[in-house]
């Protein structure tokens, strides 16, 4: 168990709908990571959060947005679902906002993911 | 820019053999490189990483892995695969200069151990 969880497991819905993917990242990391794979594009990250503020953002489609909140769980809302959006979400956490030391705060932690399906 | 390939997409191997997952990356900086496994119906999970220092890396469940910057390589090994080691292999990559923790992923390897 990485102590990352993320809700829920699975989620199934319409195209053009709205979905919110949810993380609770591990305890006393400040650092969120969203990444999506699909069977296509493989893993891709998507964005990351610190303490709150967006930190790095990857391939995140103008459609996708997501948040830290002050309890630091952090949030994927998905809208104007299309079918190309069913994937693999994966959350992850990390104590830092950046690397460059050799601590263990280099390693992520992820979530079991969140499986979409958009029919 | 940062970017990983993992060249195969598959990795066939009977048990008791050795295992080999390839993976090259390309970074305008110093490379910090790690290695994520996943299984079925599961989160990815750590197996190792390189930051500096020895080139070869040792991590989790008897893997390991060995840094060479002239072929800008870090290619997973162990001497003597599982079943249990049937899964899918992501190699990843992180600028040492970049800003956050953004790790860019190769594609994943699928590794089958045959009994």
């Known amino acids: 168990d990485s102590g990352v969880t993320q809700t829920p497991k699975h989620l199934i819905t319409a195209t053009g709908q709205r979905v919110t993917l949810r993380c609770s990242p591990r305890s006393g990391d400040l650092s969120v990571y969203w990444y999506q794979q699909s069977l296509d594009q493989g893993l891709q990250f998507l964005i990351q959060y610190y303490n709150g503020e967006e930190r790095a953002k990857g391939n995140i489609l103008e459609r996708f947005s997501a948040q830290q909140f002050p309890d630091l769980h952090s949030e994927l809302n998905l809208s104007s679902l299309e079918l190309g959006d069913s994937a693999l979400y994966f959350c992850a956490s990390s104590p830092s906002k950046w690397g460059g030391s050799l601590a263990t705060n280099e390693k992520l932690f992820f979530g079991s993911g969140t499986q979409l399906s958009v029919l | 820019a940062q970017s990983v390939a993992q060249p195969e997409d598959q990795v066939n191997v009977a048990e008791g053999n050795p295992l080999t997952v390839k993976c090259t990356y390309s970074v305008s900086g110093n490379p910090y490189l790690f290695w994520y496994v996943q299984y079925p119906n599961r989160g990815l999970q750590f197996l190792l990483k390189?930051?500096?220092?020895?080139?070869l890396v040792k991590g989790s469940y008897g893997f390991e892995a060995e840094f060479n910057k002239s072929q800008t390589s870090f290619h997973l090994k162990k001497p003597s695969a599982l079943v249990s080691d049937s899964a899918l292999y992501f190699c990843?990559?992180?600028?040492?200069?970049?800003?956050?923790?953004?790790?860019?992923f190769g594609g994943g390897t699928r590794v089958l151990v045959k009994p």
């Open positions: 990843a990559v992180r600028d040492a200069k970049a800003a956050g923790n953004k790790l860019t």
């Open positions: 390189y930051i500096t220092g020895d080139n």
